[in-house]
């Protein structure tokens, strides 16, 4: 390039040492341009779009008295434009700082003029409570029995209105706040005046090098500090947003004061990062309050606070403890995707709608120690990651468990094994037991829709129109799975010849099978493996219903109070009631009375822990009927149709062991004695003329069903219809199968007899 440029000037020849130094000149020109080429092409639009910002102007007292003359017009509000600018109120400068406050207030507090400081930088500590109007704020008895505020006659009607919300507030929350107690008075004192802001506050990108002071403040009009940052600490204690507030993208580099603040309208702080303490204790937020995308490096003080509507913490990163003790959530608690790195503490919450977990991370430890649920609320868990082994959740003993609520099994297996992993290691066993049933329920509702539901890979052509495809679209679906089956509903989306408007609508119409159990994707089921599921599935069904899958042994307790007065009344009315012709045997009118007696007692208290112990009572008492009436009731009315014609007639058919006289346990013991001389001679036959030997009947169902009784009462082996002895065995089977049901019920509800917990 240098020779082609001493040529053109007529220069042909150089020295070489000029060539070499011009060379080595030309070398370090051109590098330099490339990297300043190079920095210019890949500097992001973000950079100079900062560096434009940062070209800002000081201002002055000349400066700042012609802003105040001339306010802009921005969005419908006048405001005092001083975007751009530096503005330092550091103590050396002394007389600015107090002009400044000085011609603020003056003009903000004569008329609602905003401030707009966007992209400002703000050097010294900020006051801004002292640009608002100074007021009392008391109640003062007016006309009729409800007291009003007493405010600067400045105020225009609607900013009063604005001010008396304030009040209502106050009473409905019963906050102990400066300005709540002087409301609630009728005298006013100094602490009872309060800096009104009239105006629109616009803090976009704003920087604070100091701390910024705006306690006890009431903001008539909005406040914007999106992206604003703070280097040091905030006070915004008992300040009063009365309209939209946002603090999105905001920077708080050290701690941040909200204590007893209340938000009337909605609060943004979504993406917004406290690097130090974030102090909200005793606030309350009126409408919606947007923390999405938040992140607390240091410790979040959320205690006492109220929050009337929804309440957004998705994808909040808690860094160090989060508080939210005593807190009142009034509607949804939205924490999905949050991750607590440290404990997270619910302690005393009141909770009136669900909480979202959904998919939430506790990496430490998440404590609702004597939290309120009402009956809508519940801890939606499906997709928590949540390690027992490191992380804990603590809740009152026996109640954590019901309010855990997952919709789906599939997804959901593990975290429900670690809540009840996680229970068992605090030796709380009711709740591990309730998150073990909510399991069971999930499989048997995956179980009944794989025997119901259509399966897409098995379904003939007319059932796939049935539920709502095409022709042309169940003829593909059944072309398909010839050559590949289905794995799931999205490859139903990969037909051919389905243009865009045919794959919307497909993809809801199947998401609405599937929503509604109508249509399923999986293995075809042959006859056999129907049959083995259908037997799984209606061996869980009562396994749910009549002890809650081992759960509930109250409930097991009430379903053996049923069937054992049932059939207590069954044996004594074939034993005592035989027939009316030729020569009528028939009991007493006491012993009719009392077996009846004894039967509704007895079958009241079972019943009654029936429906206080079941999820489905009505259910589990239908099951309990179907299992315990059909086949007694037909083997009794066979017994009276054909009658009874043998010997023995005026004998008992019950036979009692008389060497004993104790309570047993009778897990090895038969019905019907053995047909034995010396059986005969132990055993007795019931003595019919006594009072209590209605008694007898209820001990023979207590042996036959708990293996357990009084005396060791069994039929005789002559002269015994079969009828009679088909029903006894009959009950004794069942209660081979309820025994094991108690045992395996006690075994998991008691923590000393949990042996077979890991049995399964």
Known sequence: MYKLFFKRIGIHRLNPKVHRELSLRSSAVSFA???????????????????????????????????????????GNLTVDLQKMVIDLRPENTSFRDAFYQLL??????????????????????????????????????????????????????????????????LESLTNSKDCRSLLGTQSTPSSEIAVFRGVLTLVQTRFNGEMKLSNTFFLQSVDAQGATFLQSTNWAETRFSRLVSFSGAKFKQ????????????????????????????????????????????LAKFNSVQWQENADFSDVRFANQAQFTKANFNQFLFLTEATFEQAVIFREVEFNQSVNLQDASILNQADFSDARFSTEACLNVPGLTFNSNQAKILGNPGQIGKMFCIPTLQGNENILRNLGQNFRQQQQVADANELEYTKQQLRLVEMSRRLTATNINSASVASLIKLGFST????????????????????????????????????????????????????????????????????????????????????????????????????????????????PIIPTFYETISIFVSFSVLELLSLLAIFRNAQQPWLTLGCLLIIIVPIPMALLIRLYQQGRYHDLMDVSYFTEDGTFRQLRLLIGRLPVIPRNQTFRERYMPLLCDRH?????????SLNNLVKLGFNDIRLRDEHLPGIISALAWYQWSLGLIYITLVLWTLSRTIPGLNLLIYLK
Request: proline content about 4%; aromatic content about 14%.
């Open 105 to 170: 207030r003056k003009e903000l507090g004569a008329k609602p003029l905003g401030l707009d400081l966007s992209y400002t930088l703000i050097q010294g500590d900020f006051v801004g409570s002292d640009l608002g109007l100074r007021t009392p704020l008391y109640a003062q008895a007016m006309s009729g029995d409800k007291p009003r505020g007493v405010y600067a006659p400045i105020f225009t009607a609607t900013e009063q209105q604005e001010l008396e919300r304030l009040r209502f507030v106050c």
């Open 255 to 298: 701690p941040s004061n909200f204590q007893g603040s209340i938000f009337f309208e909605k609060a943004n702080f979504k993406q917004t990062q406290f690097q130090e303490l974030a102090d909200f204790q005793g606030s309350i937020f009126e409408k919606t309050a947007n923390f999405n995308q938040a992140i607390f490096k240091q």
């Open 33 to 75: 341009f490339l990297c300043v080429l190079s920095i210019l092409l890949f500097l992001p639009l973000p950079a100079w779009a900062a560096q434009t910002q940062t070209e800002r102007t000081p201002l002055t007292l000349e400066l700042l008295q012609e802003r105040l003359r001339t306010p802009t017009l921005s969005e």
């Open 692 to 700: 209590w030997n209605w008694l007898n009947y209820y001990d023979f």
């Open 472 to 583: 042309t679209q169940a003829a593909a679906i059944a072309q398909r799975r010839l050559i590949k089956l289905f794995r799931n509903s999205s490859e139903l989306l990969t037909l051919a010849d389905i243009d865009l408007e045919k794959y919307t609508q497909l993809s809801v119409d199947v998401q609405r099978l599937i929503a509604r159990h109508r249509l399923i994707v999986g293995e075809p089921l042959s006859i056999g493996t129907w049959l083995l599921q259908a037997w799984s599935c209606l061996g869980l069904s009562v396994l749910l219903l009549l002890s809650g899958y081992g759960t509930n042994f109250w409930l097991v307790f009430g379903v053996g109070g049923v069937a054992i007065a049932y059939f207590g009344l069954l044996f004594w009315l074939m034993d005592r009631y035989r027939r009316l012709h030729p020569v």
